[in-house]
């Protein structure tokens, strides 16, 4: 069995090099030369946990190839994953258009094609959009579905940070398929996963991952919120939530229920947006989604009131990204605050161990120069040297480096506003102050 996939981006590559690493001769189709060279020369195009030492290996072994030939790719391979971007049109609505470029791309070439070709969407789509690309297959190539050629939903569940791990262990492997063939095909391809393996309809497999999301969403905003009530109540809100997720029951997990910072990135926010804009276009009010991201940039509003209310005019953020273990900056909750605190006439010192601006490329670039056009000249790569200069810091990423950089830093007195509970021992006080707690 031989594998492409379409995208090599933060899922893509992961996709890529894990299937790769589990025997698969993989090709990777990117539109990016850089990307297409990087991975090529053995090295990784994102940041991410043990994605460097796999992709190294993979490539090594010729077992992952990074190529602009789409040709070639749905040729010489059995399956394509579809790994493309789906990101947000200013309205909201998510834009299809990245996936249905491939859907022409394929559809020309499987006009040539003599063997049943599968292709598995796993970047974030609406529901309807497995149907559609299968249309412009057919419409392109002349072939018919389910005879010459299968579209199948397989949505992925990975977290930025954890994405290896989760690649291996997700919570369930979810196929929105509808023809036998192909399921067995496709079962085949994960076998070497543990997990419980869901064949369900297209759209329903399409619609989880919007739930998933969603919820998510939701998950962090509710947490946010009870901890803005409790801080104004005296309560430790850490404490509240500890005892309401002692109730596997009902609130069923804790993930994405710790009080700390604001969502962002490239799923929860475009996701939340798109699902409220499809719910208006077909009259179904969803006043709840539609205040998710209210609830989120109230938040960061909190963050930024309780920041400018110590008056210093010199801080430093620890954490750009948007959250730790990743160097994406997509709607990172940490670049608004940043804007904001510019705005207000801050200055502003940022440390991220994982940002290399010279290194991110593609949406995640596109985005940080448009809101921050000379991040660059606010980057510190000395964490101590950052504190030298600034009288107080903002924690905006949960990552223990930096508890280990400020617990044995024995400099000037620091204030420390922490949004994410990097200290969960600390109370707020003289020189700690959290943000719900
Ligand atoms: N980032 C996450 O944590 C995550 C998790 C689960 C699902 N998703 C979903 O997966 C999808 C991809 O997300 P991402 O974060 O990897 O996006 P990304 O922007 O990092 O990567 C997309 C890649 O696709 C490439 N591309 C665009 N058009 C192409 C084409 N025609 N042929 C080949 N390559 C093409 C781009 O150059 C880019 O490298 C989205 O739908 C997203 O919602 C993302």
């Not at 195009?45 to 789409?70: C, H, M, Q, R």
């Not at 954890?162 to 929105?176: I, K, Q, R, S, W």
């Amino acid at each position: 069995m031989k594998i492409s996939v379409f995208g090599l981006g933060y899922v893509g590559i992961i996709s890529a090099a894990c299937l790769a690493e589990q025997g698969y001769k993989v090709l990777g189709v990117e539109v990016s030369r850089d990307k297409i060279e990087q991975v090529n020369a053995g090295v990784s195009p994102i940041v991410e946990p043990y994605v460097g030492e796999i992709v190294k290996k993979v490539t090594a072994s010729k077992n992952l190839v990074a190529t602009g030939d789409i040709k070639q790719a749905v040729m010489e391979t059995n399956i394509s994953l579809i790994c493309v971007g789906t990101p947000s049109r200013e309205t909201g609505e998510v834009d299809l258009s990245y996936i249905f470029k491939t859907a022409e791309e394929i559809g020309e070439v499987l006009k040539e094609k003599n063997s049943f070709h599968i292709v598995l969407i796993r970047s974030t789509s609406m529901p309807g959009t497995v149907d559609k690309y299968a249309e412009i297959v057919e419409a392109k190539s002349g072939l018919k579905r389910k005879k010459d050629f299968d579209i199948a939903a397989n949505p992925e569940f990975l977290r930025e940070g954890n994405a290896v791990n989760d690649f291996y262990n997700p919570p369930y492997t979810l196929l929105g398929c509808e023809c036998e063939s192909s399921e067995k095909t496709i079962r085949k391809m994960y076998s070497f996963l543990e997990c419980q393996f869901i064949v369900t309809a297209i759209r329903t497999a399409e619609m989880l991952k919007y739930v998933n999301n969603a919820f998510h969403a939701l998950k962090v905003d509710f947490a946010n919120e009870v901890s803005r009530f409790c801080k104004r109540k005296n309560i430790d809100s850490r404490e509240v939530i500890d005892i309401f997720i002692m109730d596997r029951k009902l609130n069923i997990s804790e993930y994405y229920l710790r009080p700390g910072f604001a969502f962002g990135g490239s799923c929860l926010p475009k996701d939340v947006r798109a699902l409220s804009y499809e719910g208006k276009k077909i009259g179904v009010d969803m006043p709840v989604v539609e205040n998710i991201m209210n609830s989120n940039d109230l938040h960061v509003e909190w963050a930024f009131q309780n920041i400018i209310k110590e008056k210093s005019p010199k801080v430093g953020i620890f954490g750009i990204s948007f959250k730790n273990g990743t160097d994406d900056l997509r709607e990172s909750p940490a670049v608004l605050l940043v804007e904001k605190l510019l705005g207000k006439g801050k200055d502003v010192y940022i440390y991220d161990e994982n940002v290399h601006l010279a290194n991110i490329m593609g949406t995640n670039k596109e985005f940080i120069e448009r809101e921050i056009k000379h991040i660059s000249t606010l980057m510190e790569s000395d964490p101590i040297k950052m504190l030298e200069k600034v009288d107080m810091v903002v924690i905006a990423n949960k990552d223990n480096s930096y508890r280990e950089i400020l617990n044995n830093y024995k400099g000037k007195d620091v204030l420390i506003i922490d949004l994410v509970n990097l200290f969960p021992e600390r109370k707020s006080g003289k020189n700690y102050r959290g943000i719900g707690w």
